[in-house]
């Protein structure tokens, strides 16, 4: 039990610096292509089998378990949709060179794009909750505690990696 925990905690670790680097791929590059559609697939599916595996699902709650896979894989292509947007502002705001991206910036448009995205997020979080639901309720006190655990040391690792992204990006601008 206690291998299968620190198996699962250190995959998500390795797998949650992925997404870190896609998104700094994606900056760098200017697009997704050097961080193929297929790469984030498999990322999801690792994903998918971890809490799956943490989870040891009883026969029954396997029958639950559809459910959030068809999920976690459709945030996971929401995901993947976002970034490309982002890419692609980024390389419009690179086209058109810093200093004119700067005297044209519209703080306005920059609020509700971002409101956009909080909303397209929140609704896939709501999505997700939905259907972890039913099989939430039939987890046994063991499963539940793997669960929380997982969920707590993806969130660290995902608050961490917008951190360095974030020191990165500053770091980026005090370069140029």
């Known amino acids: 039990m206690l291998k299968t925990l620190l198996a699962a905690t250190a995959a998500v670790a390795l797998l949650?610096?992925?997404?870190?680097?896609?998104?700094?791929?994606?900056?760098?590059?200017?697009?997704?292509?050097?961080?193929?559609?297929?790469?984030?697939?498999?990322?999801?599916d690792a994903r998918i089998e971890l809490v799956?595996?943490?989870?040891?699902?009883?026969?029954?709650?396997?029958?639950?378990?559809?459910?959030i896979e068809t999920t976690i894989?459709?945030?996971?292509?929401?995901?993947?949709?976002?970034?490309?947007?982002?890419?692609?502002?980024?390389?419009q705001m690179k086209s058109e060179g810093v200093a004119t991206a700067l005297k044209n910036r519209n703080p306005i448009d920059f609020l509700?794009?971002?409101?956009?995205?909080?909303?397209?997020?929140?609704?896939?979080?709501?999505?997700l909750a939905a259907a972890w639901q039913?099989?939430?309720q039939t987890?046994?006190?063991?499963?539940?505690?793997?669960?929380?655990?997982?969920?707590?040391?993806a969130v660290r690792e995902m608050k961490d990696n917008v951190m360095d992204r974030h020191i990165q990006s500053m770091d980026e601008d005090t370069d140029e």
């Open 16 to 44: 949650g610096a992925l997404p870190v680097q896609a998104q700094q791929t994606t900056g760098s590059k200017g697009n997704m292509e050097t961080f193929k559609a297929g790469d984030l697939a498999a990322l999801n």
């Open 73 to 91: 894989r459709s945030n996971g292509q929401d995901r993947e949709a976002r970034l490309q947007k982002a890419a692609d502002r980024l390389d």
């Open 112 to 127: 509700n794009r971002r409101a956009d995205a909080l909303a397209e997020r929140s609704a896939d979080l709501k999505k």
């Open 139 to 153: 987890l046994a006190p063991e499963q539940k505690r793997r669960l929380a655990l997982l969920t707590v040391f």
């Open 134 to 136: 039913p099989l939430y």
């Open 52 to 67: 799956k595996s943490a989870l040891q699902l009883t026969p029954s709650q396997e029958k639950l378990w559809p459910a």
